[in-house]
């Protein structure tokens, strides 16, 4: 029998439980057996450096979608061929935000296989923001809205206007969610060869700010909160906005803490019109194709779980949003609450452009904008544009210099 090995990088124990079923059923069909290696993210990026220095680890891995182009760089990955691709749907089987983070910039070969699609949705109170002014049909979904709303709370919203929960580094959710807005702005992390950054460029220091002003509508006591804290305000309708992954609306907010009836009172809708959207994605290591039936038995396995039917099961148990189109327009349908929120940011949204040195960009942005927002809720008196100058800008220098070197 061959034997196989896999990381994964769960978010609870339903991920394994899950996986673990879908590697049983994979053996039954195919007498492959599929060693499951569980890493965590706050770790993972390294042990993935290690794979990629030394040669040996795991056949294949499950990774974030923006570590593709840092590790392909490195020679760690080994590229798909276009016959697997095709046996496997094809570029057009799945959704366009997660395929585009399977090649790099300038280079047409396939390095990864998208699993899942990952974004920011936001959730509001209709009653909450019609007693602020603010027209609920037009509130979220554009950049102009995100303002308008953001200005409108601030004057005359609740004591406790939005709850965002804290992500501190090494988690890169505040670049995610920066990133809509400066991309609905008009601006980039990075121009189109990866040789130089743009956060200093008017277009997006001016979606930075934006993006600064909504996170500011958080009260200082509220800025380190959890994902459950933030939604018991919510629910308890002391907070009228609430942000969150997609995963955790469907696993705590909607499928555990509502009825239909409650939800009538609630909308969702992505945070601007060019969300940030990322995802899971699968790799084969260089080193396996040292091993010719391990190496096919890792297509098989990866062919085996982007079918449809492997997609829906995986979204069904764990809350996931399929990266393949067909299981997603099955998953949210018409009448699920979340459809209309997700299909906007499937057609709308995108993820980084995948240049070489993006892990080592994304880890610093991530470091400054979260020292950016604890000074923010700090020192409420200081103006947002004047903050994401005085961070941003020196940070943009530096990463220069890192590119020039």
Request: proline letters at 6%.
């Amino acid at each position: 029998m061959i034997e196989i090995e896999m990381s994964c990088i769960p978010d609870g124990e339903v991920d394994i439980e899950t996986l673990s079923e879908l590697a049983v059923q994979f053996e039954r069909q195919t007498a492959i057996r599929v060693r499951l290696h569980r890493m965590r993210w706050g770790t993972a990026w390294m042990e993935f450096v290690n794979i990629a220095t030394h040669g040996k680890g795991p056949d294949l891995s499950h990774l974030g979608s923006s570590w593709v182009s840092s590790l392909a760089t490195m020679n760690a990955l080994r590229a798909f061929r276009p016959e697997e691709i095709q046996s496997m749907g094809g570029e057009q089987a799945f959704s366009p935000p997660t395929w585009s983070s399977t090649c790099l910039v300038g280079d047409e070969r396939v390095w990864a296989i998208p699993w899942t699609g990952y974004v920011y949705l936001i959730a509001y109170r209709r009653d909450l923001l019609e007693q602020a002014g603010v027209d609920p049909a037009q509130a979220f979904g554009t950049r102009r809205a995100l303002t308008s709303m953001t200005e409108r709370l601030r004057q005359a919203g609740p004591a406790i206007p939005a709850v965002i929960p804290y992500f501190p580094p090494p988690y890169s959710d505040l670049v995610h969610m920066a990133a809509s807005c400066i991309w609905s702005a008009g601006g980039e992390f990075v121009d189109q060869q990866g040789k130089r950054v743009l956060l200093d460029q008017p277009a997006s220091l001016d979606g930075l700010t934006e993006w600064l002003d909504f996170f500011r509508l958080t009260p200082p006591d509220y800025a380190h909160l959890t994902q459950e804290e933030c939604l018991d305000l919510f629910l308890q309708r002391q907070a009228a906005v609430l942000v969150l992954d997609n995963r955790a609306m469907l696993t705590h907010f909607i499928y555990r803490r509502h009825g239909a009836d409650e939800l009538d009172s609630i909308a969702f809708a992505p945070m601007t019109e060019t969300p940030w959207f990322g995802g899971g994605a699968f790799v084969i290591w260089q080193h396996t194709r040292g091993y010719p039936d391990r190496e096919r038995a890792a297509v098989e396995f990866i062919k085996f779980l982007v079918t449809k039917e492997s997609q829906v099961m995986w979204a069904e148990r764990v809350q996931s949003m399929p990266a393949r189109l067909d299981a997603l327009r099955q998953v949210y349908s018409p009448g699920h609450p979340l459809e209309s929120a997700v299909m906007q940011a499937v057609q709308h949204g995108r993820d980084y452009l995948n240049v070489p040195l993006w892990h080592r960009l994304e880890f610093q942005i991530a470091q400054t904008l979260g020292a950016l927002l604890q000074e923010a809720h700090e020192n409420r008196s200081l103006g947002s544009r004047t903050l994401i100058e005085k961070h941003i800008l020196p940070l943009t220098e530096r990463l220069n210099l890192t590119l020039r070197g």
